[in-house]
């Protein structure tokens, strides 16, 4: 009997500690910090930006002529009237990164220029009675342009803060052109004046280097080439003024002039993207 007794004891003291316990709170091993993953560089976002450069000619003869109507007479002239000068503006554009190697983008650019250049000519001339030669003198100004361009660019995963790309597309610009002509005869100077002063449009391509500094992923530095071809400037001119005064037919000329150039620009570039998504919080 004392056996059961103490038995029964035993099992139902088990049988209450084993209650107890399980009302005990549990306790869980302390969660493992886990850093959210490094930012990956991307290209992609919207950007803008300043850039200062130089221009220079790109080839290209103008070319020029006078006749007088009804008659033999007549006289030529040309040669290289390459511009050159200094530029500055600014650019605004948006990039998207495809893959972690290619990168498309568009940019328009706007920039103020010196870009200037003159030349003074003297044209043989042909009379079947006398000698005579055209005095020329060629003026052309380029103050402001600007360029719509599509990029394409390419970048090295082990590298991906360096982009090298291609560019192309639509540029215009204001063209200031000034031609003088003077036919010199003996005792005579017939003398016209013409002006171009309009907003040409053409063509540009080129390509460039754009590098984001380590730990400064908003910010890129670039060196650019284009060249840009706004097209010709025709001029007429009609010479109708004798110096002396002397009775004498006028003449009428024409002159042609490409406008062509080379520029190399270095600019800052900086990246806001309103479409990057929010960083992903480790939860526990």
């Known amino acids: 009997m004392k056996k059961l007794t103490v038995a ?8 209450s500690g084993s209650a107890f316990a399980a009302d005990l709170p549990s306790r869980k091993a302390a969660p493992v910090y886990a ?9 992609t ?16 003869d103008e070319r020029g002529s006078l006749v007088y109507p009804g008659s033999p007479t007549y006289a030529v002239w040309g040669g290289n009237n390459d511009i050159n000068g ?16 290619l990168v498309v983008g568009i940019e328009a650019d706007i920039q103020a220029a010196d870009l200037n250049s003159q030349r003074h000519y003297i044209g043989p ?4 009675v006398v000698s005579h030669a055209a005095a020329v003198n060629s003026a052309k100004y380029v103050d402001w ?16 803060s360096l982009l090298i790309y291609g560019t192309g ?16 005869g003996p005792g005579v100077a017939i003398a016209g004046r013409s002006n171009y002063f309009d907003t040409a ?21 670039k060196v650019e080439y284009l060249y840009t071809d706004l097209g010709n400037t025709n001029l007429g001119v009609v010479g109708g003024l004798g110096l002396p005064v002397t009775p004498a037919a006028p003449f009428v000329g024409t002159h042609t002039s490409p406008t062509r150039f080379n520029t190399v620009r270095a600019g800052l570039n900086w990246h806001f993207n309103p479409f990057a998504t929010a960083p992903v919080l480790a939860s526990f």
């Open 8 to 15: 029964a004891g035993l099992t139902l003291a088990l049988v």
């Open 35 to 43: 850093p959210p993953p490094a930012p990956v560089f991307t290209w």
């Open 45 to 60: 976002g919207l950007y803008g930006g300043v850039n200062i450069g130089y221009g220079w000619g790109a080839g290209g």
């Open 86 to 101: 200094v530029l500055g503006g600014g650019q605004v554009g948006f990039n998207y990164q495809f893959s972690p190697w």
């Open 125 to 128: 001339g042909y009379d079947p």
């Open 145 to 160: 342009f600007g360029t719509v361009r599509g990029r394409v660019g390419v970048t090295l995963p082990s590298m991906p």
């Open 169 to 184: 597309g639509f540029a215009y610009g204001q063209v200031n052109h000034t031609l003088s002509v003077v036919d010199l």
């Open 201 to 221: 449009s053409g063509w540009t391509a080129g390509g460039g280097v754009e590098w984001s500094p380590t730990g400064f992923p908003a910010w890129s530095l």
